[in-house]
């Protein structure tokens, strides 16, 4: 019987061991989800803008060559 106690003592430490393990995996599982979806956020709320200004610069670009006949 005493030999058990020890057995059970021992793997303690063991099984407190994967717990951790597998709380910082979920823990960094759980911060790669909130940048994700932070980055995703900014994209989304400046998106609009961002498809102007890329339109707007491309127009820029393309109007005067189409004015001075390089076409």
């Known amino acids: 019987m005493a030999d058990d106690d020890t057995n059970q003592q021992q793997a303690g430490p063991v099984r407190m061991t994967a717990i951790m393990a597998m709380m910082n995996d979920i ?37 005067p060559v189409l004015f001075l006949g390089g076409a």
């Open 27 to 63: 823990r960094f599982k759980a911060q790669l989800i909130a940048r994700t979806n932070k980055l995703e956020s900014g994209i989304m709320g400046s998106g609009l803008i961002g498809f102007i200004v890329g339109l707007l610069f491309s127009l820029i670009l393309v109007v």
